[in-house]
């Protein structure tokens, strides 16, 4: 699949410089996943690996310009969320309850042009009569591309912002 997503775009895989990843929030299972492949990539292609911010990849998946909010359903009623103004990060990804995301978004100004984007965007959509959804997937792989190429060149780890749902056993054995 890989060298045939190459081959559509019309690069070799010698031609590829560095493997940009998705580092999350998102599934553990899919993070692990995709952590795993893109290194393995990268091992084998002798290039850097580089992880990119689900949340921000998603919000760059979007040509516009002022306040966007990236959001991924985390489940139980949470969402990850991430505010963007313009490419800048207004704050940290956040594991929020529905309401209290909303409410946040609300005072950073998300009353008039607010684009929301990803998975999770429908689940505020009610909130913000004036918001534009942009109900993607996943991000674009234009913009994990563009980002991962200023990326700095450090191993990517995975960005987990809730808790496993596994536990081990309790009283051992």
């Keep these: 699949m890989t060298r045939e997503v190459a081959r559509a775009a019309g690069v070799s895989m010698a031609g590829v410089e560095r493997i940009g990843?998705?580092?999350?929030?998102?599934?553990?299972?899919g993070l692990?996943?995709?952590?795993?492949?893109?290194?393995?990539l990268a091992f084998a292609l002798g290039r850097p690996c580089v992880g990119v911010?689900?949340?921000?990849a998603l919000a760059a998946s979007v040509s516009d310009t002022g306040l966007r909010a990236a959001v991924i359903?985390?489940?139980?009623?949470?969402?990850?969320?991430?505010?963007f103004d313009a490419e800048q990060a207004i704050g940290a990804p956040d594991n929020l309850p529905l309401a209290i995301a909303a409410a946040r978004l609300a005072e950073?100004?998300?009353?008039?042009?607010?684009?929301?984007?990803?998975p999770g965007a429908p689940l505020l959509a009610g909130v913000f009569a004036g918001a534009r959804i942009v109900n993607l997937t996943a991000p674009a792989p234009a913009a994990v591309a563009l980002l991962?190429?200023?990326a700095a060149i450090v191993p990517p780890r995975p960005l987990?912002?809730?808790?496993?749902d596994a536990r081990p056993k309790s009283g051992g054995g």
Excluded: C, E, M, N
């Excluded at 996943?33 to 893109?38: D, E, N, R, S, T």
């Excluded at 950073?108 to 990803?118: F, I």
């Design 53 to 56: 911010g689900a949340l921000q």
């Design 32 to 40: 692990r996943v995709g952590l795993a492949f893109a290194k393995g």
């Design 160 to 164: 987990y912002l809730r808790a496993p």
């Design 73 to 83: 359903d985390a489940g139980r009623g949470h969402v990850f969320v991430q505010l």
């Design 148 to 150: 991962a190429a200023s």
């Design 108 to 118: 950073a100004g998300g009353q008039d042009g607010l684009v929301l984007v990803g």
């Design 21 to 29: 990843v998705t580092i999350g929030p998102g599934s553990f299972t």
